[in-house]
């Protein structure tokens, strides 16, 4: 099995560093843009079958990718991003920077001491549910020799990628955020992953 990780393309609210998490918040035009160009470098590769978020932004990426192929996609919303609750649509630009907890930073910059605020959901949550997904995918030999598209969010796939490299939550974001349409490979043998290319951007 090979998995090919993709975060979705650009919206409105990446470009004003606004927090989406759950806000279906759609493509914007250089979203697309930057979709059809990796759509176009995966163009030969032989995907057998795509799980997406259901947000708006990672379906309509996933969409652009399938193009003509005639295969299934799967609403997976283990994979979708994780929620800020009452934050969502806040601004973390040094410009318009407009959140109240003085401590919220802590979700990048300390994540085990991050509290989530009200109607949020945990990094350890976000883990759990990425990695039932995870294991469920790994260990089914029905798609062992499958090619599969997964099109997630930036927080999602962190989880994603802390699972596959036991990564704790200290170390949650080590890598960084990948960028719109940075695409990750990765190598499954026997329920084992291995990662062969990790946010590769085609643009």
């Known amino acids: 099995m090979r998995l090919y990780i993709i975060?979705?393309?650009?919206t409105e609210w990446n470009v004003k560093r606004r927090f989406q998490g759950r806000s279906d918040?759609?493509?914007?035009?250089e979203g697309?843009?930057?979709a059809?160009?990796?759509?176009d470098a995966l163009k030969d590769v032989p995907f057998t079958r795509i799980y997406t978020s259901p947000l708006k932004r990672a379906y309509e990426t996933a969409m652009i990718i399938k193009g003509e192929r005639d295969i299934p996609v799967m609403i997976e919303p283990r994979i979708v991003e994780i929620s800020f609750g009452e934050y969502e649509g806040l601004c973390c630009g040094k410009e318009h920077y407009n959140i109240p907890d003085p401590e919220f930073m802590n979700f990048f910059d300390k994540p085990e001491a991050y509290k989530p605020p009200k109607g949020a959901e945990g990094i350890e949550e976000l883990k759990a549910r990425t990695a039932d997904f995870l294991q469920e995918i790994v260990h089914n030999k029905d798609m062992e020799n499958d090619t599969i598209l997964v099109s997630t969010h930036g927080a999602a796939l962190r989880g994603l990628l802390s699972n596959i490299n036991h990564i704790g939550i200290k170390d949650f974001w080590k890598g960084g955020v990948h960028k719109?349409?940075?695409?990750?490979?990765?190598?499954?043998k026997n329920g084992?992953?291995?990662?062969?290319e990790e946010g590769k951007t085609y643009y």
Not at 7 to 10: N, T, V
Not at 180 to 188: G, L, Q, R
């Open 7 to 10: 975060r979705h393309g650009e």
């Open 25 to 29: 918040i759609p493509l914007n035009e």
């Open 32 to 34: 697309r843009r930057l």
């Open 36 to 39: 059809r160009i990796t759509a």
């Open 180 to 188: 719109n349409c940075a695409v990750t490979i990765v190598d499954v």
């Open 192 to 196: 084992q992953t291995v990662i062969i």
